[in-house]
């Protein structure tokens, strides 16, 4: 149980293009989702947090509106980057928690977006 | 502010030998929750084992056990009967929650473990 999908597993698009990422909780209700940027041989690094309904919360010094995320509903998440250029290329992980994954409020994680901006 | 630290960033070990990996972090909190997540060649974030801090007993999952030491605020991480499939990128997580009331993560640097055939 508690699986999460992402989609796409990676992309490319050209500079000053928009793209969407998705992310699903397949068999639980995900309350609260999180997007996070990974550069390579780096940490993961929090952009933001979402709870289903309500307006994402941005970490520091991430902009959000360029990093537009939404929360429509208890099984998708979607971040889009907006007017991409190649600094926005990176590998982005989201991941979820709820009442029904776990009682820990332990997240779990999809599989993670290569986004190469040419 | 919480922080946490790996102060290994790249560590090696023979297969079938065993390997510690350490982890120190820093918080005023009482109650909290530490993850490693070992995250493969893939990418893909895999929980390798949790601790709660209000339980002195060490966590143990198979082959993986921790040595939680609460006063130095310290995470150990032991992986015994190396294998090749231990071959990843391992993270340390201290999990907070936010002024918001959500639980979020905080991760370490990361360790490179190598396991050697």
């Known amino acids: 149980g508690a699986v999460v999908s992402q989609h796409p597993s990676w992309v490319i698009c050209k500079s000053g293009t928009s793209v969407k990422i998705e992310c699903r909780s397949l068999d639980f209700q995900a309350t609260t989702m999180f997007w996070y940027r990974q550069f390579p041989k780096q940490s993961l690094m929090l952009m933001a947090t979402?709870?289903?309904?309500?307006?994402?919360?941005?970490e520091q010094g991430v902009e959000k509106d360029k990093f537009l995320i939404n929360h429509a509903s208890l099984t998708l998440s979607t971040l889009t980057v907006t007017s991409a250029h190649p600094e926005d290329s990176s590998f982005y992980i989201c991941?979820?928690?709820?009442?029904?994954?776990?009682?820990?409020?332990?997240?779990?994680f999809g599989p993670g977006t290569r986004l190469t901006v040419l | 502010a919480q922080t946490v630290t790996q102060s290994q960033p790249e560590m090696s070990v023979q297969e079938a030998e065993t390997v510690t990996l350490s982890c120190t972090y820093d918080t005023s909190e009482n109650n909290y929750y530490l993850f490693w997540y070992k995250q493969p060649p893939s990418r893909q974030m895999i929980l390798v084992i949790r601790q709660e801090a209000y339980k002195q007993q060490n966590a143990t999952e198979n082959r993986f056990s921790v040595n939680f030491q609460k006063a130095a605020k310290s995470f150990s991480l032991k992986i015994s009967d190396s294998q090749l499939g231990d071959t990843a990128m391992y993270f340390c997580a201290f999990m907070k929650r936010s002024g918001s009331g959500t639980y979020k993560y905080i991760f370490g640097t990361g360790t490179r473990l190598k396991v050697l055939a």
């Open positions: 991941s979820a928690t709820g009442p029904t994954a776990n009682h820990y409020n332990e997240q779990f």
């Open positions: 979402s709870n289903e309904g309500s307006k994402a919360t941005y």
